[in-house]
Nanobody, 116 residues
Framework: VQLQASGGGLVQAGGSLRLSCVVSESIVNFYALGWYRQTPRETRQLVARILRSGNTNYADSVKGRFTISRDIAEKTLYLQMNNLKPEDTATYYC???????????WGQGTQVTVSS
């Protein structure tokens, strides 16, 4: 499977961005689709995920500001990011896991930079 992430950029604090991740095969094949982020000082961390059932989970730091969604027909995963903060600055990666416990496949990353 291949994942192609896009939508990153430079935005001022309080602004919004929407990330997209196009998956090369049907996304209903996957147990979970998620967005992770990584900075030079931190390991890659889960931001949000959506399960095959449609249930979603969010990191505490983004609850109420970020929304994960999917378009099954378009085989695309989204992350709507509102009220961005400088601490959201990171490289964002999308991930697709076929089963519980698997590492999954990764997209190439898209940079999000939030200026204060």
């Amino acid at each position: 499977v291949q994942l192609q992430a896009s939508g990153g950029g430079l935005v001022q604090a309080g602004g919004s961005l929407r990330l997209s991740c196009v998956v090369s095969e049907s996304i209903v094949n996957f147990y979970a689709l998620g967005w992770y982020r990584q900075t030079p000082r931190e390991t890659r961390q889960l931001v949000a995920r959506i399960l095959r059932s449609g249930n979603t989970n969010y990191a505490d730091s983004v609850k109420g500001r970020f929304t994960i969604s999917r378009d099954i027909a378009e085989k695309t995963l989204y992350l709507q990011m509102n009220n961005l903060k400088p601490e959201d600055t990171a490289t964002y990666y999308c991930n697709a896991k076929s089963k519980i416990g698997s590492g999954g496949a990764w997209g190439q990353g898209t940079q999000v930079t939030v200026s204060s």
